[in-house]
């Protein structure tokens, strides 16, 4: 918008009516969005704050009186900031870390195996549960990566899910397979990171 040798009346003249272009045009198109589902949402990507999303969703959610069921497929009993938050809303979130850390640490590709496992059959109890309304499988994507669970069986479960229930997988390297499935994916791109400067993990924003 040309605003030269234009009074300052004149500016936000035309810029109301700029955007009462703007809101009729948008409020076309939300006139034409009427369906309610449950969704397939992926966070993937080499860029840092896939789970932090996911735990910021499950908070919304909470505060929306919805049920949350969170599962941890590779952190392990970690301190972290978001399980001392969501803690303390024990009837509408259970969140457990199921996992042992990442397969470098255990180095034992069987005890990786069965942890990822019994986090599964967790969370196809919670996923099957009514009364949950959204259910974070933080970092399922690590453990397809490396063949830990058949992606068969996690694409047909989630295929099959409730209708109204809304799931979130987190973790870099999303299948195709997934990703083809899911209603929302989103990629965390990785643009700049201080631990390439020797930064080490920060207590509240790592953990």
């Known amino acids: 918008m040309k605003t030269e040798g234009l009074t300052q009346e004149q500016i936000n003249e035309r810029h109301a009516v ?6 009729a045009a948008r409020d076309k198109i939300l006139a034409r969005k009427t369906r309610e589902k449950g969704l397939l949402m992926v966070h993937t990507g080499k860029g840092k704050g896939k789970s932090t999303a996911a735990m910021g969703l499950a908070v919304r959610a909470i505060g929306s009186g919805m049920k949350v ?3 941890q497929f590779v952190k392990g009993a970690w301190e972290t900031g978001e399980r001392e938050v969501l803690a303390k809303f ?3 979130c259970t969140m457990r870390a199921m996992g042992e850390g990442f397969t470098w640490d255990t180095q034992d590709r069987e005890r990786d195996i069965a ?3 019994s986090a599964w059959d967790y969370a196809k109890q919670i996923i099957a549960d009514p009364s949950y309304k959204l259910v974070v499988l933080d970092e399922l994507n690590i453990v397809l990566r490396y ?6 069986e ?7 899910k409730p209708e109204s229930l809304h799931v979130l997988v987190t973790g870099r390297n999303a299948k195709d397979e997934l990703i083809e499935i899911a209603d929302l994916v989103t990629e ?3 643009v700049k990171h201080h631990f390439r400067d020797g930064v080490k993990a920060q207590v509240g924003i790592e953990f």
């Open 188 to 190: 965390m791109g990785d």
């Open 115 to 117: 942890a990822a496992r």
């Open 147 to 152: 063949g830990y669970l058949p992606l068969s």
């Open 154 to 160: 996690i694409v047909e479960t989630l295929r099959s």
């Open 69 to 71: 069921g969170i599962v």
């Open 18 to 23: 700029k955007m009462a272009k703007k809101k």
């Open 90 to 92: 024990p009837e509408l």
